[in-house]
């Protein structure tokens, strides 16, 4: 869903929350998200953490940004949509 490219200054960053800011409610439409750094599982969160705009990561302890060029990535799981499920459609 988001990937950007980040990299610390004088020297590494221990990052302990990121929140990601969106313009549609996704309560309804994710089932959780997970954050990654260079390709590895940082976090999942629960949908409890998804709130009517934003995507909320707190107590993390293995992100941690280098002072070098690394890639953070934003992946969402989203629910069923249909019959009797939870999911709903974004318009």
Known sequence: MFSADVYATNEKAD???????????LRQTLENAS????????STNANSD??????????????????????????VNTATIGYEKVGSALS
């Open 50 to 75: 998804i709130t009517a705009g934003t995507i909320r990561f707190e107590d993390l302890t293995t992100f941690i940004v280098p002072e070098e060029n690394v890639e953070v990535e934003l992946r």
């Open 15 to 25: 990052v302990e929350t990121v929140v990601f800011s969106v313009n549609k409610d």
């Open 35 to 42: 954050l990654y750094l260079n390709g590895n599982l940082v």
